[in-house]
């Protein structure tokens, strides 16, 4: 069986139940921000090149209100050791504006956006973040949240004039700053411009993109959560990125967006590290993929989308070396079932999803073969594109 997922004004009414017990007052503020999964395109965004996520029904929402004074407290339900974190706000006119590193992790996404708000001075408040999108699954929960705060500050200063796109930087910003990952844009990007129904081909270069419909009811995106994450992301994810920049550089190019499978050709003749030519490999096909993957979907060609999801991993695996035991099974099991198009890891890797593109008749047959056959004890999610951010 797969997961239920809970709807957002679920959610909502959890997290103002939580709000009253916590703060003893009514909150007048809630918002809500989603998780994505990447159907094609993975470490494709900090390569200026193209992704295409679609925004979960799986959601963090804020629930909350202004506070007196200069302090903000925010209290979180998800399962951490430290729930509850009080911080004074900067003073946006003040020399010193920056908010301290410090408090546990999953504050710093708080802090961070707080931070590097871009709409008027926000006054203290009070909050409860509350999540159907499981932490370290590679559903993006830490855009989700940054994206989710940003809408909630927009919602207490009443400010409606940064465009969205800046908005997306910020929460970067936040996330590069605060929670030191180098993230590309992807994640923060289609949280808050994700369309229900559609899947999103997103230009990382140019931060525009294309709404592809994802509406017919003969196929689902079946996610599995593998429910395992390697301590390597962090290090890992900074390396790959060093090493699409060396490539680029050695290329004469601004990035591997501009390169092509001749600039292969011309790294392997001047003997470049086999590994640097491995990653520039697969993020220069991963591109080409992407675009045709985009125009699969629009054609409804799913035979040939599916197959582009399958070769997406393969690259991923032999050539970044970003996946893992856990998700090249969750692959394989799922491709012997007859009636799956596709499948792939999806998010940063060394743990986390897999998502794979079969025909809605198949889907149980699936869940139930990786059951029966997978080491682990894996979680299944069978989603519709969702809404990007919104106040309610
Ligand atoms: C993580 C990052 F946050 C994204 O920006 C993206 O690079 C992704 O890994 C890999 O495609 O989710």
Known sequence: MAEKIIPVEVLIREAKDVFRKQFKEEPDLAVFAPGRVNLIGEHTDYNDGFVMP????????????????????????????????????????????????????????????????????????????????????????????????????????????VPVTEKALACQKAE??????????????????????????????????????????????????????????????????????????????????????????????????????????????????????????????YHKFGILMTQSHLSLKEDYNVSCPELDDLVRLALEVDGVLGSRMTGGGFGGCTVTLVYTHIVDKVIDHVKKNYKGKPTFYICKPGQGASKI
């Open 176 to 301: 590069h700053e605060y929670a030191e990952m180098p993230c590309g844009i992807m994640d923060q990007f289609i949280s808050f411009m994700g369309r229900q129904d559609h899947a999103l081909l997103i230009d990382c270069r140019h931060l525009t993109s294309t709404l592809v419909p994802v509406t017919d009811d003969n196929i689902v995106f079946l996610i599995i959560n593998s429910n395992v994450k390697h301590e390597l992301t962090g290090s890992e994810y900074s390396t790959r990125r060093k090493q699409c920049e060396q490539a680029a550089l050695i290329l004469k190019k601004a990035c591997l967006r501009d390169a092509n499978l001749e600039d292969i050709q011309y790294l392997q003749s001047i003997n470049t590290d086999k590994e640097i030519i491995r990653r520039a490999r697969h993020v220069i096909t991963e591109i080409q993929r992407t675009v045709e993957a985009a125009e699969m979907l629009k054609q409804l060609n």
């Open 54 to 161: 679609m925004a979960l029904p799986l959601v963090t929402v804020i629930v909350g209100k202004r506070a007196c004074g200069e302090d903000s407290t925010v209290y979180t339900t998800g399962d951490f050791k430290d729930k509850e974190v009080t911080f004074a706000m900067p003073n946006k006119n003040a020399l010193i504006q920056a908010l301290p590193r410090d408090g546990p992790k999953w504050s710093l996404y708080v802090k961070g956006v707080v931070a590097k708000y871009l709409g008027p001075t926000p006054p203290a408040f009070k909050a409860v973040v509350h999540s159907s999108v499981p932490v370290g699954g590679g559903l993006s929960s830490s855009a989700s949240l940054e994206v989710a705060m940003y809408i909630f500050l927009d919602s207490l200063t009443g400010d409606t004039s």
